[in-house]
């Protein structure tokens, strides 16, 4: 994922990059690496990893707003730039931020169609404020290697935080104001909170955002998605993450398909295969074979 080695419950310290960034801190959980960065954040202009998604919590600097190309204060800003488009950077000189660096294919598990241009947020939320003190206090803990419930634990928590941060982001992005794009983003957080009861479906959905079934399923059409496709997605994310974690290979792939809402190893595989081209045992499998070349 990044250029340097890191240890995965630890942090590299003064480690400079090949772009001229200093990373003051980092520190990698599966698909996901926390950072402290300063230095000239303009050299970060369409270098970003294709396969990435970046998340700059931004302390100094200053940001070129990519709708109206006005320069902004960047002192309170979250920016979100998708690696590998092309795109120009955000950032005008010298900068000090915070980064979640999260894999693409995780990332549109949660937002599969916002993650083509860069957002800036000028203002930080509650949620913005929270995350950004969840991994600053990682990254200020000295060097040190985790229990495995730790290492865990705590990529769960950052993952879902993520997720959370793009959704709120980038996931309602088309226009926060609308009704449908406010009903859209709850209807989304259901499907994140209750997506491995097998019982959820969209009639359940629309009764639990108290709107009609026809309203919930237009609010997801006008981004060109679907209630029953969401569920599916992120049921299978959650699946995802049982097949890749060792601790869960107790389970067989029909328990995973019960326990993450598919139901049948049928409808399963074939969702896994829809998401990420592979089958349960494919991801069991090069999850070994990673670790083994690691």
């Known amino acids: 994922m990044q250029d340097t080695d890191f240890l995965q419950m630890g942090a590299v310290y003064f480690a400079q990059d090949q772009h001229g960034l200093q990373r003051h801190a980092e520190c990698v959980f599966g698909e996901l690496a926390i950072s402290s960065l300063s230095g000239d954040f303009t050299a970060l202009d369409a270098t970003g ?8 919590f931004v302390a100094s600097g200053v940001i070129r707003d990519p709708q109206s190309g006005t320069h902004l204060p960047g002192g ?10 092309g795109l120009p950077s ?8 915070k980064r979640i660096r999260i894999q693409r294919n995780a990332a549109e598990t949660f937002v599969p169609h916002a993650l083509d241009s860069v957002t800036v947020t000028p203002v ?21 290697h985790g229990s495995a419930i730790e290492l865990y634990a705590t990529e769960q928590i950052l993952l879902e935080l993520t997720g ?7 996931g309602v992005s088309w226009d926060s104001t609308s009704l449908t794009s406010v009903l ?21 959905v629309a009764k639990a955002v108290q709107s009609s079934l026809r309203r919930v399923q237009a609010a997801f059409a006008e981004v ?56 349960p045992r494919d991801l069991r499998e090069r999850r070994g074979s990673d670790a083994t070349e690691s």
């Open 49 to 56: 990893d294709d396969d990435t998604v970046d998340i700059y």
């Open 164 to 170: 959370s941060l793009l959704l709120d982001h980038c």
């Open 76 to 85: 309170e800003s979250v920016v979100v730039v998708p690696g590998g488009r």
């Open 124 to 144: 930080r939320s509650r949620l913005d404020v929270a995350v950004e003190a969840f991994i600053g206090a990682i990254l200020n803990q000295p060097a040190r």
């Open 184 to 204: 859209r983003d709850q209807a989304m957080a259901v499907i994140a909170q209750r997506c491995a009861d097998r019982d959820l479906n969209p009639e359940a």
């Open 90 to 97: 955000p950032f005008i000189g010298e900068a000090d931020a």
């Open 224 to 279: 060109g998605n679907s209630i029953a496709a969401e569920i599916r997605r992120q049921r299978g994310r959650l699946a995802r993450t049982l097949l890749t974690d060792a601790r869960y290979d107790v389970l067989s792939i029909q328990q995973i398909a019960e326990q993450t809402g598919f139901g049948t190893t049928a409808a399963l595989r074939r969702a896994l295969d829809e998401l990420y081209g592979c089958g």
